[in-house]
């Protein structure tokens, strides 16, 4: 059964760190890319970061460069993003998701939901003093 869990969300104050993890089920992350998305109160779903199956390829949104960094175990079936110098409009629910697209090794590394359709249940993360 394909799944995907997130953890690792909670409060902190502006200026620190979270690390966020995925840890899926039912399918290898060597096939498929996995993208981080986070939606905030009364906004549209946003994509921040994804990392390809063959973890060559990464992407970042414009807002996160600089901050935030994914990266993957395959062996733990594991996808990471490290959130660094988090600020109140990081304020959001993240999502980890599954890139339809499958492929042994492909360095393909999208970041439109369109091109996603398994999702986890999302954890909160809060930036506040």
């Known amino acids: 059964q394909l799944r995907l869990v997130e953890s690792g969300g909670g409060l902190v104050q502006p200026g620190g760190s979270l690390r966020l993890s995925c840890i899926v089920s039912?399918?290898?992350?060597?096939?498929?890319?996995i993208g981080w998305f986070r939606q905030a109160p009364g906004k549209g779903r946003e994509g921040v970061s994804c990392i390809s199956g063959n973890g060559k390829s990464t992407i970042y949104a414009d807002s996160v460069q600089g901050r935030f960094t994914i990266s993957k175990d395959n062996a733990k079936n594991t996808v990471y993003l490290q959130m660094n110098s988090l600020i109140p409009e990081d304020t959001a629910v993240y999502y980890c998701?599954?890139?339809?697209?499958?492929?042994?090794?492909?360095?393909?590394?999208?970041?439109?939901?369109?091109?996603?359709?398994?999702w986890g249940q999302g954890t909160q993360v809060t930036v506040s003093s």
């Open positions: 039912g399918f290898t992350l060597d096939y498929y890319a």
């Open positions: 998701a599954r890139a339809d697209f499958r492929m042994y090794g492909s360095d393909f590394a999208p970041l439109s939901g369109s091109d996603f359709s398994s």
